[in-house]
């Protein structure tokens, strides 16, 4: 019948507090979940990590967002549209920006790059 549905899909990131609490935000996660409901309404198919979330695979640590970037790396059908979205610390090292997950401290930054 033609070419499969193909889905837009998100990557939504919202971190409020971090686990060192010296650099903790306000509002990142309030503005994520606000887009996440929006891009459902839209269709999206929409991965929402957030600092304030129960479970420990919802939380935006540096291995659950590398996995939710991987997740979409491999998608059978490449989708439609694909939407990345980040609220909280970013920083430069080495002259190259990151992007600080909630366990920056601990696990490290992820440069812009991956």
Request: aromatic letters at 6%; charged letters at 20%.
């Amino acid at each position: 019948m033609g070419d499969p549905v193909r889905l837009c899909h998100a990557l939504v990131i919202g971190v409020d507090r971090y686990e060192e609490g010296s650099a903790d935000l306000s509002g990142c996660v309030a503005g994520a979940r606000a887009l996440a409901q929006v891009l459902a309404d839209a269709d999206y198919q929409v991965a929402l990590l957030v600092s304030n979330a129960p479970a420990a695979h919802q939380r935006p640590t540096l291995d659950n967002v590398r996995l939710r970037l991987g997740l979409l790396q491999d998608l059978p059908t490449p989708p439609a549209r694909v939407l990345f979205y980040f609220a909280g610390h970013g920083a430069q090292r080495d002259g190259a920006p990151h992007l600080l997950a909630e366990d920056a401290q601990r696990a490290g930054w992820l440069p812009l790059r991956e």
